[in-house]
């Protein structure tokens, strides 16, 4: 049964105030999404069965919105042999084939192969397309404008959704991009869109689209959980 999108945006932020107060026991990088939420509820109304995901770091809201098990997730953070991969991913390197989702701690590191899969899908003629989920630090990964250029080369379903949340670990983007987004990824020929569910429909057209959602962060960048010492952790 589909959740509501107010019900959908309640389980993700309680899975993460949880995982936040549960930090000590973590023993991997975690990345929350703590102020992501709106973006992955607005994938949540649009993905369709046969549709991949590729995320990040960042990404336990792209997977619940994908139909991700968050028990399977919590476990995996966990350490847990129960867990989404068996507790050997943990939090920023998740795979899920069952849904077609698959994240990567490398900064950028999915871009290529996402762009790889919505050829395959174009070339099968599947009727799936491929969203790919990446942050402003990943748009200035070399791979990212060399996917672009090969998107719209051969006008491919793929939507690339950008949560620009204006910081680089404590690097803020004024101070490492000299020019908005938008402009320079239409320069390539990719439909710029306004919202995801127009880059999403993009997309379903066999035009490549990008949507640059400006979000704000509300937790720490990065919890390092029980890698730290306790009287340090937040």
Known sequence: M???RDNFIADIVAFERKLQHHMADVFCPVHLSLGHEEVAADLYECLRPGDFVFSTHRNHHHFYAAGGNLDKLW????GLES???GGFAGSQGISDASINFHASAIVGGLVGTAAGTAYALKMDRKPGIVICCIGDGGTEAGVFWEAL???ALYQLP???ICENNGMSVDSPIAERQATPLGP???????DVR????AAVMSARNNRPAFYEAHVRLQCDHINMGAMLPKDVIA
């Open 149 to 151: 250029n090969f998107c």
């Open 2 to 4: 589909r959740k509501t």
């Open 83 to 85: 867990g989404l991969n």
């Open 75 to 78: 476990d995996e953070i966990m």
């Open 194 to 197: 306004r919202h995801v569910a």
């Open 184 to 190: 320079r990824v239409q320069a390539f020929g990719v």
């Open 158 to 160: 793929i939507a690339y």
